[in-house]
Each structure stands twice: as C-alpha cells, then as structure tokens.
C-alpha cells in the first residue's frame, strides 16, 4: 500500500520565485491537510482540504493557497518566495474531516529559497 | 506563548533508561497526539488520545484532560528510540498546534 507520497523531495528556489508542492493522499483518504517545519520548530499548519472545499486555515500570508482535486491530491503554492519560506513541508491525509479515524504524514518536501 | 509546551527540548538517556517527555496545551482539543520524527523529516504517527491511557509495545501515552496534560513514557529506552518526539493538540480534526519537540538520543 502506498503512504502519503509528497513530490518533490528536495527544491531550491531563488526569492522572488514560485513554488508548486504535491500531495498525494492514501487511497480512500478525503481530506488533505498542509504543514510547515521551519528548522528547529515543531509544524505549524497550513491548510485543510476536505472534499475539494478549504477546511481550515493558519496564520499564514495570502501568498499561500492551495486546492484539492477530484482524486483528492492536492496542491500548496507559494508565491512571491522568501527566504524565511525555506522548511519542510508536510501533508497528512485522513479518511475522515474530523480525523477521528487517525490520519498519516508524508515524508515532506524539503524546500530551499536562496 | 505557544498553546502546546514540551519539556525537556533535549533528552540523553543511557540504553535501558525509562524516559518520560512532558506536554501541557492551553486550548481546548478534540485529541492529543504524539509524533515521532526521525532526521530527514518523516512523521509517525504514536498515539492518539482523547483520555485515559495507551500503551504500545515499550511506549505509554498518557493524558490528563482537566489539567490539560500528557506524558509519553518510552520503558527499557533502546538507541534506535532516538528521534524528536512531538506532542500536537487537535483542535478541529487535522488542525494541529505543535509543541517544538524533545530531541531524544539514546546512547547505547
């Protein structure tokens, strides 16, 4: 069975640039939720996609969005990159919106804006 | 302030040690639950608490709701335990708050 797969693995951006990172959920999973772990810093959320529709939402500038499609993979973009926006970026998926049924992390995709 | 707090931030234990990893959370919350992140970013998910007690092999997860407080116990500690242990409050199903993590290294 296939985990939470994230792609890329490793990115290197340049300030200014923009960024596409792809999550692909466990089979069966509906809801899609974003992360960011700046070095030395527990995760700090992001979003929540749920059936396609946008759950929840962090502290995070407009800069951020993201979307869930049909197959409910989903992508987080980042505009405008600055360098604070180098992390690692974490997805988890749930079966459920609620996650009383448990959910799983990817491995992430580390990013780096230079 | 941060609404999860974690202590220690660091742990060295000798092979063999029992360990404890503390978290207090300040918000109110649907689960608790403990991570476990290895260099290189990965995430595993431990334990998911509403209440009570949860053992798994050599871990204990415990959480006291009205004190708003959970331990993560690791007994016999082995040095293949060595990783950041995250404790993340659930408001809202996946909406977590994140403690920063207790870097733990088992020396053997």
């Known amino acids: 069975d296939a985990g939470v797969t994230q792609s890329p693995t490793h990115l290197i951006k340049t300030r200014g640039q923009h960024v596409t990172l792809r999550c692909s959920p466990i089979s069966g999973h509906k809801s899609v939720s974003w992360y960011q772990q700046v070095l030395g810093q527990g995760p700090q959320f992001i979003f929540q996609y749920y059936e396609k529709e946008e759950r929840g939402r962090g502290n995070f500038p407009d800069r951020f969005s993201a979307r869930q499609f049909p197959n409910y993979s989903s992508e987080l973009n980042v505009n405008a990159l600055l360098l604070g926006d180098s992390a690692l970026y974490l997805c988890?998926?749930?079966?459920?919106?609620?996650?009383?049924?448990?959910?799983?992390f990817g491995s992430g995709t580390r990013l780096t804006v230079v | 302030k941060n609404e999860v707090e974690q202590s220690p931030q660091n742990l060295t234990a000798q092979e063999g040690e029992f360990i404890t990893i503390n978290c207090s959370y300040s918000v109110g919350i649907s689960a608790l639950h403990w991570l476990q992140q290895h260099p290189g970013g990965g995430i595993v998910s431990l334990f998911m608490?509403?209440?009570g007690k949860k053992k798994h092999g050599r871990l204990i997860a415990t959480i006291n709701i009205q004190e708003k407080h959970s331990s993560l116990h690791i007994t016999a500690s082995h040095p293949r335990d060595s990783a950041v242990y995250i404790c993340a409050a659930a408001k809202t199903g996946n909406q977590f708050y994140f403690g920063t993590g207790t870097s733990l290294t088992v020396i053997p």
């Open positions: 988890a998926s749930s079966p459920d919106a609620g996650g009383a049924y448990g959910y799983t």
């Open positions: 608490l509403s209440s």
